[in-house]
């Protein structure tokens, strides 16, 4: 194995006839070890780490997955999509799934493994944004968002009382305890925070899920991160709508950026697909303009819910029998 090159395998979806999985192949990549510190430094150095990095262009990649063996190359920034059908059916749950950079002359630089996740047909899904939606990032300011990632680390990020709470009850509802609705977490934030994310969530005992994040960048870049554009964010929701035409989805979000837009715009077409939209009231200012594009959700004829505290939105699932 060559040690200076990492295989990174983000959390995969899909069902038989169309399974997703994401990565970067890293040509030298910083040692990212979390420290949990209440140290203003460790948390500093740890984060600039997160985005020392050199990614492998053009490099081949190869996954296994179960019996089946598929071949795809890196994009300039290291990152790969692999997107096939499986040969035989793949039951609800959690699958392995292996990645090998592989060089000109068919040796294994490095090797990196994930999951992807199958969720029941009958089963609801759950999208959700992830900052000022489940984490308080003040995303809509550079500089405090720039602050809660500095001095704050996994285990000491803030998110709203009783989100996980109700993530909880919403990924066993209606469903069989060993078989969980999925959920899907579309972020602006980039994949060099992915561990980041995916340990802030397992701490604060969110349900575990796919993220759906923004394109890398490098260190220098750093006082842009959590930009992207409105149809990036599009993109990739309904990336997932495509995948599972036949599940009800419920979508969470807030109204500090363009959730509420983003949305409506996708119950405008696909109403039929969508159960519910819940977006938290994080800027007061634009409560009314909140309130016009959830209307047009209502009008047709998918439920929505405008609130401050999960304890609404809790209430308001229970009510519309989200939550039994």
């Not at 150095?45 to 997955?65: C, D, G, M, N, S």
């Not at 793949?90 to 999951?115: F, M, Y």
Request: hydrophobic letters at 35%.
């Amino acid at each position: 194995m060559n040690k200076s090159v990492s295989v990174k395998v983000y959390h995969g979806y899909g069902h038989a006839h169309n399974l997703v999985v994401y990565g970067h192949v890293f040509k030298r990549r910083a040692k990212t070890r979390q420290v949990y510190s209440n140290n203003l430094f460790v948390n500093i150095i740890h984060l600039l780490k997160l985005f020392i990095l050199k990614p492998y262009a053009f490099v081949e990649v190869r996954l296994q997955f179960l019996d089946q063996t598929v071949y795809h190359k890196t994009e300039r920034d290291g990152f790969f999509k692999f997107e096939w059908d499986a040969r035989h059916d793949v039951p609800a749950g959690w699958h392995d799934v292996k990645v090998e950079a592989v060089d000109q002359d068919g040796s294994v630089l490095n090797t990196g493994e994930g999951r992807v996740y199958v969720p029941h047909i009958t089963q609801y899904a759950f999208i959700s944004d992830v900052d000022d939606t489940v984490m308080v990032s003040h995303s809509a300011t550079v500089g405090r968002r720039l602050r809660e990632l500095f001095i704050k680390n996994p285990h000491t990020r803030k998110t709203f009382s009783d989100t996980a709470s109700h993530y909880q009850q919403l990924a066993l509802s209606h469903t069989e305890p060993n078989q969980p609705n999925p959920f899907f977490y579309v972020s602006s934030s980039e994949w060099n925070l992915y561990d980041y994310l995916v340990e802030t969530f397992r701490f604060n005992k969110l349900p575990d899920g796919a993220f759906l994040l923004n394109t890398i960048k490098r260190w220098k870049d750093l006082i842009r991160t959590g930009k992207t554009g409105h149809e990036g964010k599009l993109l990739r929701v309904m990336r997932i709508l495509d995948t599972f035409p036949n599940q009800k989805f419920v979508f969470f979000g807030d109204n500090s950026q363009q959730d509420p837009k983003i949305y409506s715009s996708i119950v405008e077409k696909y109403p039929q697909n969508i159960e519910a939209v819940y977006i938290r009231n994080i800027r007061p200012e634009k409560e009314v303009e909140t309130i016009e594009l959830l209307k047009k959700v209502k009008d047709k004829g998918v439920e929505a819910c405008l609130f401050r505290d999960s304890e609404e939105a809790i209430a308001h699932s229970k009510l519309i029998g989200l939550i039994v």
